[in-house]
């Protein structure tokens, strides 16, 4: 997600309780049109979307009793826009034993906004295996898709204009549980 | 990182480590069913070799193809340049060709710096060994396995190789992988001991990063891992020592000899080995002895640095790393 400079107006939008309380919805989503997440592998789209996974894993783990196998999906050699940047440190693949054949795989991440990171994943995990079906888990839509890609569980869908940013921050990674909405600075 | 990989030298720690720990997600995608990622589609990489190359160049052919470059080979034997073309012109001709990256090898030092800082190619260049000067990746390929053999493969992520005990022994003099081992091991904080004949030792190594020794049974017993280098007789023009069983006596690494490393210390070897000469086939087909492992890490090494060099609109920034969805 955009990592753009936060100006001071950046204002939460969801707090650490809201969190906890969309991945408890989202995981008893998962279990409801998995018909039991039996056949479920969550995989997180570093960097945030790994903390994601894993406690979402560990929120299935509570409803179904079954542990659920969680890895991480680093997208970065698949990225379109690879030319236009420059190079960039590449992310940890870490996809679980058993693999994804025949498995139902949820992507997890934390903003889905053009859609293209989604799509980098998606072709990914066409070159690791073969998944019975593929559906995606974001923690926040803001809209502003760029590609024909949608979320099936979504924590907040928040409208926001190009000019704003939305930045989560967690507490594995950056010591609290919250999502900033803030606008860019004027150029 | 820099635009061009010339010289080990010329990595700093950050550099060094952004390749290894890279290199470190590279080898996952040998262990993939499709192993292939397209992120250098539709750019050129030509591997330029002067002098004769089977591992280096398939090595690198194979790093290359695994991020779907296309890849253009040019042996020098055989084509123009034994007719007499010059650098400059085969340069030229690759640059109208619209070659994105050259890996060059070469027998003469310096070409490939002459070739990165000539204006005569835009593009980035890559040294896969210049006479007895450099061979940066091959020296890359040996910290990746030490990295991953005495600190391990999560552990080391991030890690250098502080405090490790490297020892690198035979034919120092016409060796670019010490040179570049030498330079690299030291950016990387591990502490370096050469040991060879006399003969074989280059004019100039007090002012090396490393300690000298000509006691290999000294050594050994301190050495977290040792490196045998081959005796090159290519580049030899001289004796340098009086016979090849002498050689081996003194310098050559067999059973006994490795029963006085510690228990954990490796053997590695760049190849190709001479049995027999440097190493006897036991140490060569132990389980402590890294050489195939060494192949191996040689493609992952290879496919992070043409990643960090061409995978962007410009060469890696260490740490730089921003995301969007």
Known sequence: MDTEQQTDAARPVLEAPDIARVLTRIAHEIVERAKGADDVVLLGIPTRGVYLARRLAEKLESITGARIPVGSLDITMYRDDLRMKPARAIGRTDIPGDGIDGRLVVLVDDVLFSGRTIRAALDALGDIGRPRAVQLAVLVDRGHRELPIRADYVGKNLPTSLRETVKVQLAEEDGRDTVLLGSKPAS | ?325
């Open chain 2, 1 to 325: 990182m820099m635009r061009h990989l010339i010289s080990a030298a010329d990595l700093t720690r950050d550099d060094a480590v952004l390749i290894l720990d890279t290199a470190e997600e590279m080898a996952r995608v040998a262990d993939r069913p499709i192993k292939k990622l397209p992120t250098l589609r539709g750019r050129t990489i030509c591997n330029l070799f002067f002098e004769d190359s089977t591992r280096t160049r398939i090595s690198f052919e194979a790093a290359e193809k695994r991020l779907s470059a296309d890849v253009i080979n040019f042996a020098a034997k055989g084509s123009s340049v034994s007719k007499g073309e010059s650098l400059k012109d085969t340069a030229q001709t690759l640059e109208a060709m619209g070659v994105d990256a050259v890996v060059i090898r070469h027998s003469a030092s310096g070409a490939p710096y002459r070739l990165a800082t000539s204006g005569w190619i835009d593009a980035p260049v890559i040294n896969a060994g210049d006479g007895t000067h450099q061979h940066p990746t091959q020296a890359l390929l040996d910290a990746f396995t030490m990295r991953r053999r005495l600190v391990g493969r999560d552990a080391g992520l991030g890690q250098d190789l502080s405090g490790k005990r490297i020892t690198l022994v035979g034919d120092v003099l016409h060796s670019r992988v010490a040179r570049s081992n030498v330079d690299l091991l030291h950016t990387l904080g591990a502490e370096v001991t050469l040991v060879a004949p006399p003969t074989l030792v280059p004019v100039g190594v007090e002012h090396w990063p490393c300690e000298v020794s000509y006691d290999l049974d000294g050594v050994l017993p301190k050495s977290d891992a040792v490196m045998m280098l081959r005796v090159q007789r290519e580049r030899m023009n001289a004796a340098f020592f009086p016979t090849e069983r002498e050689y081996s006596r003194r310098y050559g690494l067999d059973g006994l000899r490795m029963a006085k490393m510690p228990d954990h210390a490796i053997v590695m070897h760049p190849g190709p080995m001479v049995r027999g000469m440097e190493i006897t086939a036991e140490v060569a087909d132990s389980d402590r002895c890294t050489v195939v492992e060494q192949v191996a890490n040689g493609v992952s090494i290879r496919m992070a640095v043409l990643y960090l060099l061409l995978g962007g609109s410009e060469p890696a920034a260490t740490n730089a790393r921003t995301e969007e969805n």
